[in-house]
């Protein structure tokens, strides 16, 4: 069973920072895509970052570029998303997400992703 916890979520000014971490437990974390989604309310679930864990390629999604960063830690099984100059367009619930691969076509689809986590909150004032 795999199984991902999401943290660093919290509320900010238009302008701040945050860095979201997320925790893999239970399964192999090399040669794995893993992304992060975001979720304002009435709202689809859009992809923001992913990232290729076997050879560390990144991906983002155009409204985040140049804002936010995807990383990962090997050692402690864990992934990051630093945002940067957030806005208050940002806020929403953030989830992170694990697939068998990285499609570059697909890799910001949620229906590439089989495990999820429970999602952290980011709110953004102005």
């Known amino acids: 069973q795999v199984q991902l916890v999401e943290s660093g979520g919290g509320s900010v000014q238009a302008g701040g920072s945050l860095r979201l971490s997320c925790a893999a437990f239970?399964?192999?974390?090399?040669?794995?895509?893993m992304a992060w989604f975001r979720q304002a309310p009435g709202k689809e679930r859009e992809g923001v970052a992913a990232?290729?864990?076997?050879?560390?390629?990144?991906y983002y999604a155009e409204s985040v570029k140049g804002r936010f960063t995807i990383s990962q830690d090997n050692a402690k099984n864990t992934v990051y998303l630093q945002m940067n100059s957030l806005k208050p367009e940002d806020t929403a619930m953030y989830y992170c997400?694990?697939?068998?691969?990285?499609?570059?076509?697909?890799?910001?689809?949620?229906?590439?992703?089989?495990?999820w986590g429970q999602g952290t909150q980011v709110t953004v004032s102005s």
């Open positions: 997400a694990a697939a068998p691969a990285c499609y570059s076509d697909y890799v910001l689809d949620r229906g590439e992703y089989i495990y």
């Open positions: 239970g399964h192999t974390y090399s040669n794995n895509c």
């Open positions: 990232i290729y864990t076997g050879g560390g390629s990144t």
